[in-house]
Nanobody, 120 residues
Framework: QVQLVESGGGLVQAGGSLRLSCAASGSIFSINAMRWYRQAPEKQRELVAAIISGGSTNYVNSVAGRFTISRDNAKNTVYLQMNSLKPEDTAVYYC??????????????WGKGTLVTVSS
């Protein structure tokens, strides 16, 4: 009954910026961690950034200093501000969250993804 929907992907030139959003909806009691993953063609899905309730963040080394993850708990929404984009950032970006509902604790939910393409 929980749904995560990403938005904000698109085509951008190298050096440009995009901001991704992911809104969670449904019978949500609380959300612990929210994360952004990405997957390029023929590559494994990798964790890009994570944020827990309270604001602590983690980033993969390749995006540290360029990407910023944030969340709005009142809106059950997580954001990924992506600056200084590089062609190697091209991927489908997926939202992920650990969600507690009235019937389940800490269930892992995924969005369907939003495509980010960075041209050289």
């Amino acid at each position: 009954q929980v749904q995560l929907v990403e938005s904000g992907g698109g085509l951008v030139q190298a050096g440009g910026s995009l901001r991704l959003s992911c809104a969670a909806s449904g019978s949500i009691f609380s959300i612990n961690a929210m994360r952004w993953y990405r997957q390029a063609p023929e590559k494994q899905r990798e964790l890009v950034a994570a944020i827990i309730s309270g604001g602590s963040t983690n980033y993969v080394n390749s995006v540290a200093g360029r990407f910023t993850i944030s969340r709005d708990n009142a809106k059950n929404t997580v954001y990924l501000q992506m600056n200084s984009l590089k062609p190697e950032d091209t991927a489908v970006y997926y939202c992920n969250a650990d969600v507690t509902t009235p019937t389940d604790y800490g269930m892992d939910y995924w969005g369907k993804g939003t495509l980010v393409t960075v041209s050289s």
